[in-house]
């Protein structure tokens, strides 16, 4: 996954830590327990499928999907 990291300049409700991209092998998943910041997904292309707090959500091309902060996630590639 490349990161790119930078300095908040412009955004006053808005402070990223860091901005990636990955592509995803089918099967990719990642697991994780509680966090203190937002993840936010944009999905590029393919499907996949999210859990949050034991609620299933299916994702496809040009979705986004959030993961709040304090809250316990898994998600992977189709």
Same mark, same amino acid.
């Given at each position: 996954m490349a990161e790119i #990291? !930078? %300095? =908040?300049? +412009? #955004? *006053?409700d808005l402070n990223p830590l860091a901005v990636g991209y990955q592509k995803c092998d089918p099967l990719f998943f990642r697991s994780m327990k509680k966090v203190d910041y937002y993840i936010i997904h944009y999905v590029l292309s393919g499907t996949g499928a999210f859990v949050l707090d034991g609620k299933l959500y299916k994702v496809k091309t040009n979705q986004v999907f959030i993961i709040p902060? =304090?809250? %316990? !996630? !898994? +998600? *992977?590639?189709?």
């Open positions: #990291f !930078f %300095s =908040n300049k +412009y #955004f *006053q902060p =304090n809250t %316990s !996630f !898994f +998600y *992977q590639a189709d």
